[in-house]
């Protein structure tokens, strides 16, 4: 995997042939969903908006510094100490904001509770996590933070026999609704009229009490923070491709899946709150025994009200990714076939997916990207969060009609007859 101006892409030698495992584990061009379902888990899912469920509950970690320390409740970070703590594995890997540079973001392998620490905090940029497993140690054991695509590729490659992937014992990771082309934050930076050349010191993409805001220092002294429901206003602008074409939010392939608890009355308490997805037996009893010792303060939650507070982004994966994809293939442009299509589809919905995908498309071209630069902060960010806020009730009814009831067809992926 290499950096581009379009981020972290593969590169093949001239004349390689890769074994069929490499491209069934492909996410690029999708990943056999039900196949991996059946495999992994014994069955489809019984819920298509959070796939297979164990245990849901809502909670953070009950170490104030782990908690403050975390995005949004500390969980992870917790769960990943006690694992090493136990000794149920050797390392963790994780991902890092800062390595090699301040402005760019890897793959680190953590060995004790201060450098599990060192990579709390979420990371808004892709990296290629997979790119860990040549790097790791035989017969040592180990957990992984990472994003939805890369969950579902692990699973293939541990299902296919392959042996450094069968070292991760446990799989853990963020809920996922979108990230951001590494070229946002020079992009921020112009707009603060910062200098091309003013060098990147530091980087936190939550820092502060949650929900937190980005700040960026550089090398001249400049400070720039701008609060987490401001800064996404980059989102339309810099978007990733992978973003719009996964239909996977709820990071359904992890053992543990962990998302900012969105409902008024977290938000009105501040902190940080949790949803906390076990989806198998053994991570519910580790999850019971942190409880028990104090280390989790958790609460059962059900599927309804915990799938409710993230409704909006379940929406736009389950369906409106499905959508964009099928455009894109009408278009003749390359997009991923999962092996799943959502159920009955309303023209309301696919008419609300026109205006989000008519958006995204004039938000991307150079001269919208110039002129939101030269828009001052102080008016885009509060302008931008305001106009989502009327987007999302306008668009409420036709993204939440028949989302409770949501169901998925199957199909054989296109990709599995080349």
């Known amino acids: 995997m290499v950096a581009s101006p379009d981020g972290v892409v593969p590169r093949f030698e001239p004349g390689i042939e890769l074994p069929p495992l490499a491209w069934e584990a492909c996410p690029g061009k999708g990943i056999n969903y039900p196949k991996l379902y059946e495999n992994h888990f014994g069955s489809l899912p019984e ?6 469920i164990n245990r849901l509950w809502t909670g953070f970690s009950a170490d104030p510094v782990i908690r403050r320390t975390g995005a949004s409740g500390g969980v992870t970070s917790a769960v990943i100490i006690y694992l090493l703590e136990t000794g149920k594995i050797d390392a963790a890997i994780l991902v890092m904001q800062g390595i090699p540079t301040p402005e760019q973001a890897s793959w680190f392998i953590a060995r004790n509770r201060e450098e599990v620490l060192s990579c709390a905090q979420s990371v808004y940029v892709p990296v290629s996590v997979l790119d860990v497993l040549p790097h790791l140690v035989p017969g040592e054991r180990y957990a992984m933070t990472c994003v939805p695509e890369q969950s579902a590729a692990l699973r293939t490659l541990q299902h296919g026999g392959f042996a450094p992937a069968k070292q991760i014992e446990y799989v853990l990771g963020p ?6 082309d590494k070229r946002a934050i020079r992009s921020l930076l112009r707009a603060n009229k910062v200098a091309q050349d003013d060098a990147i010191t530091s980087l936190k993409w939550r820092a502060g009490e949650w929900p937190g805001y980005l700040e960026i220092l550089t090398a001249s002294g400049r400070e720039i923070r701008s609060k987490k429901v401001y800064y996404n206003f980059l989102i339309p602008f810099y978007v990733t491709q992978t973003s719009l074409q996964s239909m996977d939010f709820a990071n359904e392939f992890t053992d543990l899946s962990v998302g900012d608890a969105w409902s008024p009355e977290f938000e009105k308490l501040g902190l940080g709150f949790s949803v906390i997805a076990s989806r198998t037996e053994k991570m519910s009893a580790i999850l019971s025994e942190m409880e028990n010792e104090g280390l989790l303060d958790l609460e059962g939650v059900d599927v309804l009200s915990a799938s409710a507070m993230h409704g909006h982004m379940i929406d736009f994966k389950k369906r409106g990714g499905y959508l964009r994809n099928r455009l894109r293939k009408k278009l003749g442009l390359a997009a991923p076939d999962y092996g799943l ?8 919905r696919i008419f609300v997916e026109v205006i989000i995908s008519g958006v ?4 991307r071209n150079p001269l ?3 002129l939101m630069e030269h828009i001052p902060e102080s008016i885009l960010g509060p302008l931008f969060n305001n106009l989502r806020l009327i987007w999302k009730n306008a668009s409420k009814p036709a993204k939440r009609k028949g989302l409770g009831g949501l169901t998925m067809k199957t199909h054989v992926p296109e990709w599995t007859q080349r």
């Open 341 to 348: 299509s959502p159920g009955k589809i309303g023209m309301s």
């Open 47 to 52: 819920d298509w908006k959070t796939g297979h």
């Open 368 to 370: 919208a990207r110039w």
């Open 175 to 180: 809920y996922t609704g979108t990230a951001l």
């Open 360 to 363: 995204f498309l004039a938000c």
